[in-house]
C-alpha cells in the first residue's frame, strides 16, 4: 500500500513539475531552451552577448549574424583594404601596407614608381603614378601667331620637307611668344601600346632636336608620349591625323 503512495506522490510531482515549465520558446532559465540556446528575457534565443557567437559573428537580437567587413589579416581583405581592429578598411599610410605595397587614395597598391626617372620622357612620379604634370604644362607668352601639329607617316619618324616648313614657321611663332612649349607625341591605334608610346616619344624628341638646332632653348621643350591614348582614326585617311607632334 505504501508503494502505491509513493509511486502517486512521484507522478504527481513530476506531473506538477511539468505544468511549472514554461512553453517553448517562453523559459525562466536557460534549461528551459534547447541545446546551445540560452534563456533571455523569458525568451530562449540563439545568443546572449557576441560571447557566444563564433569568430567573425556578433550577437544581434538574440541572433548570431555576421560582422559586415569582418578580418583577421590583410589577406581577408580585398581590393587593396587593409584590416584594422578586425574590420576592412582604407588604409591610412605606407606601414599598413605589405609585400612593399604603397598607400594610394586608401588603397594599398604596387608602386608604379618611386622617383621621376624611374617614369618615361615626359611624365613625372605623381603619388606613385607615371603621370602627365599639369603644373608643368606650356607657359607660351601672348601671340597672335599659330602652332600647327607636325604630322608624320606611318611607323615613321622622319619628317617631310612639307612639315619641315611647318616646323619653320613653329619655330617663329615660338620666338615671338616666348616661353616655355610642351611637345606631345601621338601614334594611331596599330600596334601594341608598349611600342606606340615609344614611337611618340621618339617622334617628339625629333622635333625638339630640331628645334634645338635652330636655336631654341633645351630648357624651354618638354618631352611627352601620348603613344595611342588619344588616337581617333578607324581607317588610313583618319589615322593619318593621329599621327603627329602637337605643340602645347
Not at 523559459?27 to 525568451?43: F, M, P, Q, R, T
Not at 548570431?64 to 580585398?78: F, G, H, K, Q, R
Not at 599659330?146 to 615660338?174: G, H, K, W
Amino acid at each position: 500500500m505504501k508503494k502505491i503512495i509513493f509511486t502517486i506522490f512521484a507522478i504527481s510531482m513530476g506531473l506538477s513539475f511539468a505544468a511549472c515549465q514554461p512553453d517553448y520558446p517562453n523559459c525562466k532559465k536557460d534549461s528551459h531552451c534547447h541545446a546551445g540556446e540560452y534563456c533571455v528575457n523569458n525568451l530562449c534565443q540563439q545568443c546572449k552577448d557576441n560571447g557566444d557567437c563564433g569568430e567573425g559573428s556578433e550577437c544581434v537580437n538574440g541572433g548570431c549574424s555576421e560582422i559586415l567587413n569582418y578580418c583577421a589579416e590583410n589577406s581577408d581583405c580585398a581590393g587593396g583594404q587593409i584590416c584594422r581592429n578586425n574590420t576592412c578598411g582604407p588604409c591610412l599610410q605606407n606601414s599598413d601596407c605589405q609585400d612593399e605595397n604603397v598607400c594610394v587614395d586608401g588603397l594599398c597598391l604596387k608602386a608604379e614608381c618611386r622617383a621621376d626617372g624611374e617614369c618615361p620622357a615626359g611624365l613625372y612620379c605623381i603619388n606613385y603614378k607615371c603621370s602627365v604634370d599639369e603644373s608643368r604644362n606650356s607657359d607660351l607668352g601672348a601671340g597672335d601667331c599659330e602652332l600647327n601639329p607636325v604630322y608624320f607617316d606611318f611607323d615613321s619618324t622622319e619628317i617631310s620637307d612639307q612639315m619641315r616648313d611647318v616646323l619653320d614657321d613653329n619655330f617663329a611663332c615660338l620666338q615671338k611668344r616666348g616661353g616655355r612649349v610642351t611637345l606631345e607625341g601621338h601614334c594611331d591605334s596599330l600596334g601594341t601600346t608598349e611600342y606606340n608610346m615609344a614611337l611618340g616619344e621618339r617622334r617628339s624628341r625629333v622635333v625638339g632636336d630640331l628645334l634645338k638646332r635652330m636655336g631654341a632653348a633645351a630648357s624651354d621643350l618638354k618631352i611627352i608620349s601620348k603613344g595611342e591614348e588619344e588616337a581617333t582614326g578607324s581607317n588610313e585617311t583618319t589615322r593619318q591625323k593621329d599621327r603627329r607632334v602637337d605643340f602645347k
